[in-house]
């Protein structure tokens, strides 16, 4: 049996970067600057999203991010969303607004992204933002793909000149991601495939990849014999799958079947505990910038 693959703790490296948060808001705060402020928006009681935006607050209190959770009903019009999202552009303790998606059929989702405010789009969703990643510009960029990002850089794997590999054009996860690894600078200069649902031959692509980034969705859809032995693989899938012996009857697995391809890798991140808490690490991030950006229009300097 060949030598295992390093295992990528995103858990603790997301734990790092939280710690660096809270100082940097404790010294934005000892500036006189209001702390941070944070956002979410969630419609509707889907118990993922619920449990998602209750982790986020958590973390925003850790960090000492002020936050606020706005829960609307099920039924809540696209009228009174934007109302609330109207209100939230004009507060000035608020530096972030995120609407937890999936939202409502009944709701527009389009829509509403474009009635964020881009100065304080810290899911990088927004049109204006989407389309500076495009050009290069300064951004807020998705949490996920910045976690991403991030972790290659954290634990040192070289991304100059490296042939990427992303599976799946999520406007909130692949896209991005390609965008990121193919742009200029630290965590950058790849060489980068995206592939999909479509794509023809995939296995031939993905065993070219030095980094090989799995967003498709589908559990343990990526299986040793794709992978480049030595490769970096970042699995950012999470699926729940049943499992009777589990606590709530399933458990997370990622879109890579990590026991065949920990065989194979050089280093891999794991679910639960790799990817999904550098996201939560990004937003908080995303957050703090954005304070501290509207802190230097502040008139009060
Ligand atoms: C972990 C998300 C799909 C659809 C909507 C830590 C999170 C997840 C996993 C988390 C996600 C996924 C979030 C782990 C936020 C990431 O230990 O592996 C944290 O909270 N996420 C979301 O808000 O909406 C989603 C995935």
């Not at 706005?70 to 039924?75: A, R």
């Not at 527009?108 to 474009?114: A, K, P």
């Not at 927004?126 to 300064?138: D, F, Q, S, T, Y």
């Not at 970096?232 to 799958?241: A, C, K, L, S």
């Amino acid at each position: 049996m060949a030598d295992e693959a390093q295992i990528i703790d995103g858990k603790s490296i997301a734990r790092a970067i939280r710690g660096e948060v809270a100082d940097s808001v404790a010294a934005l705060v000892a500036k006189g600057h209001r702390p941070p402020g944070l956002a979410v928006v969630l419609v509707g009681d889907d118990p993922a999203s619920a449990a998602y935006v209750r982790s986020k607050g958590r973390a925003c209190e850790e960090a000492g991010i002020y936050s606020v959770q706005e829960t609307l009903l099920p039924t809540t019009t696209q009228q009174e969303l934007l109302g609330v999202i109207d209100r939230l552009n004009c507060d000035l303790r608020i530096h972030g607004i995120l609407v937890q998606l999936p939202l409502p059929k009944h709701i527009n989702e389009q829509s509403i992204v474009e009635a964020i405010s881009p100065a304080k789009d810290v899911d990088g969703f927004h049109p204006l933002n989407v389309g500076r990643l495009a050009g290069g510009m300064e951004c807020f960029v998705p949490c996920t793909p910045l976690g991403v990002r991030e972790l290659l850089i954290r634990s040192g794997i070289q991304t100059q000149g490296a042939r990427a590999v992303v599976i799946g054009r999520s406007n909130i996860v692949g896209l991005p991601m390609a965008q990121l690894l193919m742009g200029r600078g630290e965590g950058g200069d790849a060489t980068v495939t995206v592939c999909h649902s479509r794509t023809a031959d995939l296995s031939e692509l993905t065993r070219q990849a030095d980094i090989l980034i799995a967003a498709i969705g589908r559990a343990g859809f990526v299986t040793g014999d794709m992978i480049k032995p030595g490769a970096t693989v970042i699995d950012v899938g999470i699926n729940r799958v049943d499992d009777a012996e589990a606590e709530k009857g399933y458990r997370l697995v990622g879109d890579v079947d990590f026991d065949s391809a920990r065989q194979v890798a050089g280093a891999i991140t794991p679910v639960p505990g790799g990817v999904g808490p550098m996201t939560i690490a990004m937003l908080l991030r995303n957050t703090l910038e954005s304070a501290q950006t509207w802190a230097r229009a502040d008139v009060r300097g």
